[in-house]
């Protein structure tokens, strides 16, 4: 195995090792083992000059800005001219070599090393002028942030989030409306994130496809340029080399994968091989003329509308879902499509039993391509499916949208209540949606606050189907554990617009968690905020303006223990301070909350005793672990719980 592949492979174990260790106190590898392979990676490290930005041996910190800065590119970032025939490509090749590569469906970013380190990201934008992202770069998992190379070295790659990633975000996401798309829309919000801690928690990765200079280095050949690349340690977009005789078995040897490749593609790219002949081409406005995409040709299909399904959301958005005659379209059988808005309703003036052709975009997603009837005969209810409350048509940024105009749509309250209870809220195990249907159709639940108050219905919900004694304790117990959680967890789980868990959780950290303070501010004072933004700050004000909203949250209130958090009112105490723990904890719930509390404080934890550890906090000094040996050996303090928690957090909680 090459040394820049055993350290993609030490950074991913040692990674796993750490989050199995500090997140689910569950030990995968020994701490022997561990500190031998985190010896072995930092050794590979300095022998090639790579160290990737998920690496153990370095720490990256979060950063938040007021709003990313724009640049104008060197040169122009053109769009490629476009085929969907195979025989129009090989025409086009000429009879010359060219390397065929997936056509990767992300985000474009150009990045730029200078003495071997990154310095700059910047997104492709429109061509002209993109977006700098350098610190949202700095957290994709794969990519390198320093190289072997020492001079300037300046790429251009895609950003992609892989299909297994997007299905685990959406996973977490118990409300419909909030999930996203697709893994194309998913990665370009997240590379242009304003904060790079939400960057770093949805696994962005980088695959090189164009080197665009490296000071004082000639290549005849693009496959000469990634196989450097590979070598400063970049993953690279997968390629073949091609002719004329090789280019039709090459396409569809990509074919054949495209549906259980892991990573979003929407065709092919052919670029010649020599590299001196494709510049020799020039360029027309819009296209260089030394490569060309290849899009996959549509399978399309002719089925008939069964009719219109209109699903209510938390929001009160009423999303329009086509249901049609069964069709098989790529290989799986396929039989409903989102509209997404009334404006495409109308665009393609739907009826029931019009004939239609249906598609996968990408050769994933469902769509609507056609209606070869346009009866024009969908009537927008006026009464929401869920509660029969009226329905408005609103219109913004020239999109029409249906809405339930009810406030107390069943519909909207189970959705609110489902994301109430969800684990990144307040994490309530036994209320599924189906179940709060069904609790909310009882009468049992009007408000978040009756979830606490659910035991004076004991009896009725042992007797429902589905339930028990058991059943009901353990659901009893979970909300009872809930009583116990932090202010951000329950700004988040309200579901106010636009406000996930990590902008809840600047807002309260920016008022020291201190509710009166947060529900005065106003507009300018949150958008003062980093990270926050205007959209946010009038969100969050708007939502507590309304009396009800606000006397529903202070109520809640009245329910719950909010935990202490600290809160960084001086300079970080633990500021270049590197600490280990291991060993059972007393007063935090596991490793990966007192890890939180170190890092907030200006510290960085590892999973490995080295020279550059200040402290061991383990609360069995007399341990014969190999951390406390390794400790002993380096004269590294070992410190209890306890010690830390009297030295560092007292002072600031």
């Known amino acids: 195995m090459s040394p820049e592949n055993r350290i993609k492979e030490l950074t991913i174990l040692l990674n796993e090792a750490s989050r199995a260790y500090y997140a689910n106190d569950h030990q995968i590898i020994s701490d022997r083992e561990y500190d031998q392979l985190y010896d072995e990676l930092e050794k590979l490290e300095k022998e090639t000059g790579i160290v990737l930005a998920g690496s153990p041996t370095i720490k990256v910190g979060y950063e938040a800005v007021d709003e990313l800065p724009k640049e104008t590119h060197e040169s122009p970032m053109l769009s490629l001219a476009k085929t969907k025939e195979k025989e129009e490509l090989k025409s086009w090749l000429k009879g010359k070599e060219a390397l065929l590569s997936w056509k990767l469906d992300g985000l474009t970013v150009v990045l730029t090393y200078e003495k071997g380190e990154l310095t700059k990201a910047v997104t492709r934008g429109n061509g002209e002028v993109g ?383 201190d509710v009166e303070k947060m529900l005065s501010a106003d507009v300018e004072a949150l958008s003062s905020i980093d990270g926050v933004g205007e959209v946010i700050a009038r969100a969050f004000t708007s939502y507590f303006s309304d009396s009800r909203y606000r006397e529903i949250f202070l109520d809640l209130l009245k329910e719950l223990t909010i935990e202490k958090e600290v809160t960084v009112t001086n300079e970080q105490v633990l500021q270049g301070k590197t600490f280990v723990i291991t060993g059972s904890l007393e007063h935090f719930e596991n490793r990966n909350q007192l890890k939180e509390k170190i890092e907030l404080l200006g510290g960085k934890v590892t999973g490995s005793v080295t020279s550059k550890t200040f402290a061991l906090i383990n609360n069995d000094a007399a341990s014969n672990s190999s951390k406390n040996k390794k400790a002993a050996e380096l004269g590294v303090a070992v410190i209890t719980e306890q010690e830390f928690i009297d030295s560092y957090l007292k002072q600031e909680m």
């Open 131 to 513: 977006e700098v992202v350098t610190n949202n770069a700095k957290v994709f998992v794969n990519l390198p942030l320093k190289i072997p190379f020492k001079e300037t070295l300046v790429l251009r790659g895609e950003a992609v989030i892989t299909y297994d990633d997007f299905e685990k975000i959406n996973s977490r996401m118990s409300v419909e409306e909030e999930k996203y798309k697709n893994p194309r829309n998913l990665c370009s919000g997240s590379v242009r994130q304003l904060n790079n801690q939400i960057t770093a928690n949805r696994n962005v990765r980088f695959f090189g496809f164009s080197l665009v200079k490296a000071e004082n280095r000639e290549f005849l050949f693009h496959e000469q340029e990634l196989s450097f690349l590979k070598e400063q340690g970049f993953e690279i977009v997968e390629y073949k080399k091609v002719s004329g005789d090789t280019l039709e078995e090459a396409i569809e040897c990509f074919r054949e994968r495209v549906d259980r490749f892991s990573v979003p593609s929407d065709g092919l790219v052919l670029v010649y091989d020599d590299i001196a002949y494709g510049k020799s081409l020039g360029r027309t406005a819009k296209f260089p003329k030394d490569a060309m995409a290849f899009k996959w040709k549509d399978e399309i299909r002719e089925t008939k509308l069964i009719k219109i399904e209109w699903s209510p959301s938390r929001t009160g958005l009423i999303n329009p879902v086509a249901v049609f005659e069964p069709v098989e379209l790529e290989g799986t059988t396929v039989s409903r499509a989102s509209v997404h808005n009334l404006s495409i309703v109308k665009g393609l003036k739907l009826g029931y039993g019009d004939t239609l052709t249906v598609y996968k975009a990408n050769m994933i997603i469902p769509q609507i391509a056609e209606n070869l009837t346009g009866s024009d005969t969908i009537e927008i209810p006026g009464e929401c499916p869920a509660c029969g409350g009226s329905t408005v048509v609103k219109k913004e940024n020239e999109v029409e949208a249906l809405y339930c105009t009810n406030p107390e749509c069943s519909a909207k309250k189970i959705k609110s209540l489902a994301l109430f209870v969800h684990r990144d809220g307040l994490n309530i195990e036994g209320l599924s949606e189906a179940t709060l249907e069904k609790f909310v159709a009882k009468g049992f639940l009007n408000d978040y606050r009756d979830i606490f108050h659910l035991d004076k219905y004991r009896n009725e919900i042992i007797a429902m189907e589905g339930f028990g004694e058991k059943s009901y304790q353990n659901l009893i117990k979970s909300i009872d554990n809930a009583r116990t959680v932090s202010l951000p967890k329950v700004i988040y789980a309200l579901g106010i617009a636009n406000i996930g868990l990590s902008n809840a959780k600047l807002i309260c950290k920016n008022f020291q968690y």
